[in-house]
């Protein structure tokens, strides 16, 4: 057993060697982009630290493109990095950049790095940020390669995106606090979560706070199945209601829309709605996010060494792999149909 995994240790010291010997990548520039999310400074710290122990140079880039355009480039040792880990937000910044969307914005992105001397790009964000760093390689054929940064875990390609996992404990917690609150009054709550164009937060976060109902926007409930529903957990003598709602969900055209026609057709409900908003982004990220976040920007630095440019790096049941970026941006992960039916079988 021991001399299998010295063996083991070995090969994979060997095959390290073989990807620095070849390795072309001698400064790398790193951003955040887009909406921020928990696990961000973590993955930057990776980034740099993984750069530190090849010996390469590491390029901080602030406020994401628009930093890029205007050269606002800071060079990024391991001591740079240290007490971020625990950290919410992202200490490069993030902005979105309309200069960037044009060719003339990218031009003078390309210009700053190549002044700089930066060889490849390690961008953490969503699929505006991937979109942006895909256009950029096809244009300049510069390397880049993403790490997926958004609290809604709607990237395809990958099982789990950096943030996801501290929002659905942020959510949670928050609806927890909610449910103290609608069973002293023995109201009904719409807590309205984010997900524009998927609804694992709601789905999840719903499921883990034992919600009557749950709205996304990949199953259209309807009205009337709504209104059932209500009448149904009315009639099993709870003291509360709470009906998650993703922003995107389509049963209405806002959660104050569904308040409004649950107190018009139902008497005898005390409704309100909570919008837990921005508040799904802040905070310290959770154990899980700073290990994904630690464990991408090795995996991102060491793909750059190793010649792979467009792509993304995703975690596909619990392994690291490399996905197109193009394939990335083009769609949207799934919602859980499994969970789906449990939620129904749960709801009665």
Do not use: W
């Not at 994979?12 to 999310?37: H, P, Q, R, W, Y």
């Amino acid at each position: 057993m021991f001399k299998y995994l010295r063996l083991r240790y070995k090969f994979s010291n060997f095959a390290l060697e073989l990807i620095i010997m070849g390795n072309t990548i001698k400064k790398v520039g790193v951003l955040t982009s887009g909406g921020d999310a928990p696990g961000m400074n973590a993955a930057i710290r990776s980034v740099v630290r993984a750069c530190a122990f090849y010996k390469i140079e590491c390029i901080g880039i602030f406020r994401g493109y628009q930093g890029m355009i205007e050269g606002d480039f800071k060079t990024l040792k391991s001591k740079s990095v240290n007490y971020i880990i625990n950290k919410g937000g992202t200490f490069l910044k993030s902005a979105r950049s309309k200069k960037f969307r044009t060719k003339e914005g990218r031009k003078m992105a390309y210009d700053h790095l190549v002044k700089e001397g930066v060889d490849a790009l390690v961008l953490i964000g969503g699929d505006g940020t991937f979109t942006g760093g895909m256009i950029f390689n096809q244009e300049f054929n510069f390397p880049v390669i993403g790490i997926p940064g958004t609290i809604d875990n709607d990237i395809l390609g990958t099982n789990f995106t950096l943030g996801y996992d501290t929002a659905l404990n942020t959510a949670v917690e928050a609806i927890d606090k909610i449910r103290d609150t609608a069973s002293s009054h023995k109201r009904l709550f719409f807590v309205e979560v984010m997900g524009r164009d998927v609804g694992h937060i709601a789905l999840n976060a719903g499921v883990g706070s034992g919600a009557e109902e749950i709205l996304v926007p990949e199953e259209n409930l309807g009205l009337d199945r709504l209104l059932e529903s209500l009448q149904k957990s009315r009639k099993t003598g709870k003291s509360s209601t709470i009906v998650l709602v993703a922003e995107g969900d389509k049963t209405g055209n806002n959660v104050f829309e569904l308040r409004d026609y649950v107190e018009e057709n139902l008497e005898g409900y005390d409704v309100r709605v909570s919008v837990l908003g921005h508040m799904q982004r802040g905070g310290a990220p959770s154990c899980f996010d700073r290990v994904l976040a630690s464990r991408m920007g090795v995996k991102a630095v060491e793909s750059l060494m190793a010649g792979k440019k467009n792509v993304m790096v995703g975690t596909i049941n619990n392994k690291l792999e490399l996905y197109p970026i193009e394939k990335a941006v083009k769609g949207h992960s799934k919602i859980d149909e499994e969970l789906l039916r449990v939620s129904d079988i749960l709801n009665i």
